[in-house]
Nanobody, 126 residues
Framework: QMQLVESGGGLVQPGDSLRLSCAGSRWIFSSYGMGWFRQAPGKEREFVAYSSWSGGSTYYAHSVQGRFTISRDNAKNTVYLQMNSLKPEDTAVYYC???????????????????WGQGTQVTVSS
């Protein structure tokens, strides 16, 4: 059974930075695309960022483009989400997810993902 574990969430002020990590099994990081999603209170879970298994292709939601960076270290079986210039509207539970169909389409859809982490809370507030 695949296990993904997120960490790095917390309470920060607007304009601050935070880096989330997601650690998983080796067999996942050898071939799966990895995505980050978030879910704010009362809202649906939404796509944030995606990295192909090699890390050579990355995609972002418009709302985070230029502020967030997804990266991965397959040797450490870990994917990261560097979040800069955080805004109150970034407040949410952040989830990482693994996708076996590592193509350049569909990565923003929840149904494309095979495994999910338990989530980590990010709160941006002054």
């Amino acid at each position: 059974q695949m296990q993904l574990v997120e960490s790095g969430g917390g309470l920060v002020q607007p304009g601050d930075s935070l880096r989330l990590s997601c650690a998983g099994s080796r067999w996942i990081f050898s071939s799966y695309g990895m995505g980050w999603f978030r879910q704010a209170p009362g809202k649906e879970r939404e796509f944030v960022a995606y990295s192909s298994w090699s890390g050579g292709s990355t995609y972002y939601a418009h709302s985070v483009q230029g502020r967030f960076t997804i990266s991965r270290d397959n040797a450490k079986n870990t994917v990261y989400l560097q979040m800069n210039s955080l805004k109150p509207e970034d407040t949410a539970v952040y989830y990482c997810a693994a996708r076996s169909g590592d193509t350049a389409t569909g990565y923003e859809q929840l149904k494309e993902y095979d495994y999910w982490g338990q989530g980590t809370q990010v709160t941006v507030s002054s």
